[in-house]
């Protein structure tokens, strides 16, 4: 399939882990971005020694703004009715993801992406945002190419997990994914 090309509510989007560490070196391009996202396994599923396994993270409420954040400094000028406007020093930014919290999915057990947050690893993630159910979310032709899709590729952290006890609603908790390095796309799939 191509790019999405209509308007759309995205309530298909994904956002998967690899279950590979990074390495310190980048992929070379989007066929190695994609090739670490073509076996999904469910979280707490032992990790094989498969390349390309990656576990979904599901049950998201909602989704932050993806893509690289301004890095512009308003200064203050005496006698102006205006601020000028100059290029600062980028931060890495953040990723918070508000999700119902399913406690056994994020256990601190061997394997769940529980045990993961605040382990200090740097492993590649794919934000995928889709309009439509595709067929499967493996970064191929039968899986995430059965729709129109655009996927984003970048290196991170699972840094936090806070939990929100709810009386009333659905217990929810934030995710925070430090980016690590720039993001690699949008890309899609080649027609199925």
Do not use: C
Not at 44 to 53: I, L, N, P, S
Not at 121 to 133: C, E, G, H, K, V
Not at 172 to 179: D, E, F, K, P, R
């Amino acid at each position: 399939m191509t790019h999405i090309s209509s308007i759309g509510a995205g309530m298909y989007t994904d956002l998967s882990m690899s279950r590979e560490t990074y390495s310190g070196t980048l992929p070379a391009d989007e066929t190695a971005w994609k090739a670490l996202f073509t076996a999904e396994l469910a979280n707490g599923a032992v990790v094989t020694v498969t390349a390309g396994e990656y576990t979904r993270i599901k049950n998201v409420r909602e989704f932050p703004a993806i893509g690289t954040p301004p890095n512009i400094v308003n200064v203050p000028v005496y006698g102006s009715s205006t601020s000028q406007q100059i290029q600062g020093q980028a931060d890495a930014p953040s990723m918070e993801i508000s999700l119902n919290y399913v406690a056994s999915d994020w256990q601190d057990a061997a394997n769940y992406l529980g045990s993961m947050v605040g382990d200090g690893l740097q492993r590649p993630f794919r934000f995928t945002i889709l309009n439509s159910a595709p067929t499967g979310y493996d970064s191929d032709a039968g899986g995430l190419g059965t729709v129109e899709n655009s996927q984003y590729f970048f290196i991170g952290k699972l840094e936090a997990l806070q939990v929100t006890p709810s009386l009333t609603d659905a217990n929810t908790a934030t995710l925070t994914i430090s980016i690590q390095s720039e993001f690699f796309g949008a890309y899609t799939n080649a027609a199925s």
